[in-house]
Structures are given as C-alpha cells and as structure tokens.
C-alpha cells in the first residue's frame, strides 16, 4: 500500500516554473513506477510524464516535452514534476501516481495508487 501526497502547486504567470513533488508513505516507493497527470476543468484527466523505478527512463506528453522534466529520489520516497515556460493551458490539478511495475504507462487504468493532487494555476 502506497499514500501519495502532492505539494507545489500554486499561482504563476505564463512563462514562469513551478516545482511539484509528491511524498509517497511505505518502504516500497522504489518497486513503483510513478507517473504525473493533469485534469483540466470540464476535460478527461490525461498523461504529463512518467518514469521507471529506477529513474533511469523517463517518457513525456508531446504537449509538454521540452518544458517539464520528471525525475524521484528514491531515498526521500518523492518524486518530482519540474515544469518551466508555462502556459495558461497548463493550468489544471495535477496528480501523481504510482504503478507496481518496472514500467512507466501513459495510461491512467494501469496505475495502482493516486494522490490527491495540487492545483496549479498559469495567469497570462
């Protein structure tokens, strides 16, 4: 069992950088794939980034590669969203997620443990 907390949200103006990260509980966070998602209001929650246990791949939406960069620390059981030349189409909740799998996946059905996600807001 895995308790995923996400911090870092807030309010930027387009063009600035946000950091978030998600605290996860348990001694287990290196056997988890994580991944990062978004929900836009009135739209499906979709795929951000992703990478494996050991941080050693990582694997982006085409709407935000080149501008976000996901990586962990699996000794501080966290892992990171570092997202830089923001949009407002970036505003959204974002949510972290953990997969019981070597593996990264885009696909929000194969991910086992949610958080509860942080608002983040780009004012233009």
């Known amino acids: 069992q895995v308790q995923l907390v996400e911090s870092g949200g807030g309010l930027v103006q387009a063009g600035g950088s946000l950091r978030l990260s998600c605290a996860a509980s348990?001694?287990?966070?290196?056997?988890?794939?994580m991944g990062w998602f978004r929900q836009a209001p009135g739209k499906e929650r979709e795929f951000v980034a992703a990478?494996?246990?050991?941080?050693?791949?990582?694997y982006y939406a085409g709407s935000v590669k080149g501008r976000v960069t996901i990586s962990r620390d699996n000794a501080k059981n966290t892992v990171y969203l570092q997202m830089n030349s923001l949009k407002p189409e970036d505003t959204a909740v974002y949510y972290c997620a953990g997969r019981g799998s070597i593996w990264f996946s885009s696909k929000l059905d194969e991910y086992d443990y949610w958080g509860q996600g942080t608002q983040v807001t780009v004012s233009s």
């Open positions: 348990g001694r287990t966070f290196s056997s988890y794939a």
């Open positions: 990478i494996t246990r050991s941080g050693g791949s990582t």
